[in-house]
């Protein structure tokens, strides 16, 4: 059994221009100890997935559907004590801007503290070492010194750092990082991903890692969900969507990665602008932008289905297999091609 | 730290001049003869003569302000007034406890009624009590002080007889038929309301506006996802930051609540500041006026850098230097 098993999972806000469709109809399953990379652009329903998943939605704006099963329960249906109890101790978040995310006024010690009291019956003492502990984990010079400092006395990386020993202090079994290295700069983002695949050795916990950046996902994940307008476009194991992408969606982000080794004037881009989830387009909803849309793209939703060669690749496209298989081809080989 | 003290005084000097020196040249430009009411009707132009170069009145503006200036430093003096020869300092210090109890009773008053009202209504806007909270908040800051007194006093001290309509008890020094704290409760019980309303409904917007900001911030997202019960997280992560802000504006607001206990103090006659300031304009008794202007802004200096030194210990972020 999966660890976490997310089954058709839809979200939707009500805003005062109508209902907005953010997430609607998400599979997918994260292994133990394994991590899940999800990709997609800017409001594509990424983040917004994780949060149901967590019951991070304000409420009283939106409406959830579907199942999230941890460990067979379901978390959509789960009573808020439960609820209460998984966060934070078997299912942890880290956020996406750590300057933010932390409480301004209580040292990060006492936030820490507050992390392990709120699942362990510990002593304050006890959970202090703890605290200290994982300070130390994630690579805070002179722990002991900065454990009672407050958190605008910490640069970026540092209180991002802070964040993942907060996330990790239960050693919960699943860690969803949403964007965690998007506002970092390069190098600390590096250090940052390469602490989060340690210490996931470490404590062996899945991971959920929400992204934009493909490289990312090339670097850490061992699965992928590639999204689009708050629906799955393609997912499988990182090999399958990297060497045999079957969906113009994905082939559009492989092909905008910038090269090093490639000399182009300019990147190439997908064209158009990601739909409003107000008013989805029909059909596929990927069909304004694709360059390959058909009359069947406009009208009818592409089922997710695995591919021939590959039960566990699962893509929604209506284009048949053979010109698929061509189109990956011919990308990967112009990739080997600069390369080589 | 010590230096931040050092620089906030020579702040607090530079004020004092530009306060009292205001005062002077206001004083100054208004088209009146305090020498001739301190002389009294049917006084002759030789009396009155007499007066002014007794009150030195007669002398440049500028020599009675150094006058007025050597007083205060080489004697702790305000002066005496100029219409009954009184000792400012002891009207002063006679009618600033009154008004210490109305502006401080007052304002527990209004933190006492605006913090639960605000966060309920920020913890559950569109409700009943969210409504009813804003409806409260309009008819606050619409009413002026002086007509929500006289109905107070009409209702609640005619009507109902609950509460004395006017007058003062002395908290300390109980004379023959009122005073000593009980009395002095009971007669300060409608001021205070009065003087709270303004106040209270500024406070419930402000207070709801900040808890609902503060409900939206990432460190509140991410104690929920410690898995913290929605109680704690409101008490240890919303509360602290939604009312910090609070208390800086309590700070200047009890100040500024100095002047505004003038409409109260005259409703429910009061012989606080606010009277004896609005007596003394009538009578253009100069030193009066100065040694009130000179007193309030002493306590608003103090009560500013008091809740400067409060801010930097409440708020991490904020090191004094």
């Not at chain 2, 050597?70 to 002891?90: A, H, P």
Request: proline share 5%; with cysteine.
């Amino acid at each position: 059994m999966p660890l976490l098993e997310v089954n058709n999972l839809r979200t939707s806000f009500r805003t005062d221009d109508g209902i907005v469709k953010a997430v609607d109809g998400v599979t997918f399953s994260v292994e133990r100890g394994k991590t899940l990379g999800i990709v997609g652009e800017s409001g594509c329903g990424k983040s917004v997935t994780c949060l149901t998943i967590m019951g991070l939605n304000n409420r009283r704006n939106s409406t959830s559907s579907g199942e999230a099963l941890f460990n067979g329960e379901n978390l959509l249906e789960m009573s808020p004590r439960r609820l209460r109890d998984l966060r934070g101790n078997d299912v942890a978040m880290i956020f996406q801007d750590p300057m933010t995310s932390l409480n301004p006024v209580h040292s990060i010690g006492k936030q820490l503290v507050e992390a392990v009291m709120l699942h362990r019956d510990v002593t304050k003492r006890d959970a202090r070492l703890r605290a200290l502990e994982l300070l130390k984990a994630v690579g805070i010079p002179r722990a002991e010194r900065r454990v009672d400092d407050y958190p605008h006395q910490f640069s970026g990386g540092m209180r991002q750092r802070v964040m993942i020993a907060m996330a990790l202090i239960n050693e919960p079994d699943l860690l969803i990082a949403d964007e965690p290295t998007t506002a970092l700069d390069v190098t600390t983002q590096a250090q940052i991903l390469k602490l989060m695949t340690t210490l996931q050795d470490e404590f062996d916990t899945a991971i959920i890692m929400i992204t934009h950046d493909l490289g990312v996902v090339a670097e850490i994940a061992d699965d992928v969900v590639v999204m689009y307008a708050g629906k799955v476009a393609e997912e499988g194991a990182v090999d399958e969507i990297f060497t045999r992408p079957h969906h113009p969606y994905t082939w559009g982000l492989l092909g905008s990665l910038p090269r090093i080794d490639a000399d182009v004037e300019r990147l190439v881009q997908i064209q158009g602008q990601p739909p409003s989830l107000l008013k989805p387009p029909t059909g596929c909803r990927f069909h304004p932008r694709c360059p390959y849309v058909m009359g069947v793209c406009r009208t009818d939703v592409p089922a997710l289905l695995p591919v021939s060669h590959q039960p566990t690749h699962l893509q929604a496209c209506h284009l048949d297999e053979e010109t698929k298989d061509h189109e990956a081809a011919k990308l990967l080989e112009g990739t080997l091609a600069e390369v080589g | 730290m010590l230096q931040y003290l050092i620089r906030r005084l020579l702040w607090a000097i530079v004020l004092f001049v530009a306060v009292t020196v205001v005062t002077y040249v206001i004083f100054y430009v208004t088209p009146s003869d305090p020498a001739r009411l301190a002389a009294g009707q049917g006084a002759t132009a030789a009396d009155v003569q007499r007066v002014a170069e007794r009150l030195h009145l007669d002398e440049p503006v500028w020599q009675q302000y150094g006058r007025f200036v050597w007083q205060l430093v080489g004697e702790r003096s305000l002066g005496t007034s100029f219409v009954n020869r009184q000792d400012v300092n002891d009207i002063v210090f006679r009618a600033a406890p009154v008004t210490a109890a109305l502006v401080f009773g007052g304002a527990l008053f209004w933190l006492a009624l605006s913090i639960p009202v605000g966060i309920m209504s920020a913890l559950r806007p569109r409700s009943l009590i969210d409504r009813a909270g804003m409806v409260f908040v309009l008819v606050g800051l619409s009413a002026h002080p002086v007509w929500i007194g006289l109905i107070f006093a009409y209702f609640i001290g005619y009507k109902l007889q609950l509460t004395p309509i006017t007058g003062y008890a002395d908290f300390f020094n109980p004379s023959q038929e009122h005073g000593g704290p009980v009395q002095w409760a009971h007669h300060m019980l409608l001021p205070w309301l009065t003087f709270a309303i303004l106040f209270a409904a500024l406070y419930v917007r402000l207070i709801r506006a900040n808890v609902m900001e503060t409900m939206n911030e990432d460190y509140v997202r991410t104690a929920r996802a410690k898995g913290a019960p929605e109680r704690q997280v409101i008490r240890s992560h919303v509360l602290r930051n939604s009312l910090l802000p609070v208390v800086t504006i309590l700070g200047m607001d009890i100040g500024l609540a100095l002047g505004g206990a003038i409409f109260t103090e005259s409703v429910y006659s009061l012989p606080g500041l606010g009277r004896q300031v609005l007596q003394s304009y009538e009578n253009f008794d100069l030193p009066v006026i100065q040694g009130i202007v000179v007193f309030a802004t002493c306590c608003i200096i103090v009560f500013n850098l008091v809740v400067d030194l409060l801010y930097a210990v409440i708020d991490p972020r904020i090191r004094l230097t």
